[in-house]
């Protein structure tokens, strides 16, 4: 167990609806970072926080946000979600200084797009 | 051409073997290199990390970077079957705004066979 929970485990949802995915990080972790996991692209990352700020994007869509908050959970919201959206979703979270070489991940919420 | 590249297997060796995974990649500003291991439905998980070149050695795993070929390694010694998984390289580098995107490899599928 990482220490990092993710929520909800599994969504199923249609073509156009909005989904929220929470993060809780490990406990003193400030940093949170967001990835996404499907079969033809593999990881990828998609958005970083650190103590509630906006430190890095990688490829995310204009259709998703994200945001971390005082308690440094994280939410990444998904909206007008199309087939290809549907992916495994990683939050992990690391320390201020180990963040370059150790990020621990949560289990992922399975998302799927019908 | 993707910045990381690595074989996707799937790759199957009998209990006892020794492992060799490979990646390889374009970027020479990578100064941090890992590997994470991936059961089936869960999340990575970090298994060693190396900084710049060299070899780091956690009991029956040897991480190797060759930095000058753009070539890193895992090696997993005397395998056992609980070592079948999706093994992950990833690898990033300091930059000065705090951007500690990793960039992942595809994975290996891995299975030992008892």
């Known amino acids: 167990d990482s220490g990092v929970t993710q929520t909800p485990k599994h969504l199923i949802t249609a073509t156009g609806q909005r989904v929220t995915l929470r993060c809780s990080p490990r406990?003193?972790?400030?940093?949170v970072y967001w990835y996404q996991q499907s079969l033809d692209q593999g990881l990828q990352f998609l958005i970083q926080y650190y103590n509630g700020e906006e430190r890095a994007k990688g490829n995310i869509l204009e259709r998703f946000s994200a945001q971390q908050f005082p308690d440094l959970h994280s939410e990444l919201n998904l909206s007008s979600l199309e087939l290809g959206d549907s992916a495994l979703y990683f939050c992990a979270s690391s320390d201020r200084d180990r963040g370059l070489y150790e990020q621990y991940f949560g289990p992922g919420t399975r998302l799927t797009v019908t | 051409q993707k910045e990381v590249e690595q074989d996707p297997g799937p790759l199957s060796v009998p209990e006892g073997a020794i492992v060799s995974l490979n990646c390889t990649y374009s970027n020479s500003a990578f100064q941090y290199f890992m590997w994470y291991r991936q059961y089936s439905r869960k999340g990575p998980e970090l298994l060693m990390y190396?900084?710049?070149?060299g070899n780091k050695e956690d009991g029956r795993f040897t991480a190797q970077v060759d930095k000058s070929s753009k070539y890193i390694s895992l090696f997993i010694r005397d395998s056992q079957p609980s070592d079948s998984a999706t093994y992950l390289c990833?690898?990033?580098?300091?930059?000065?705004?705090?951007?500690?995107?990793?960039?992942f490899g595809t994975g290996t599928r891995l299975t030992i066979i008892p």
């Open positions: 990833a690898m990033t580098r300091r930059s000065n705004f705090g951007n500690e995107k990793l960039t």
């Open positions: 406990s003193g972790d400030l940093s």
């Open positions: 190396t900084y710049s070149s």
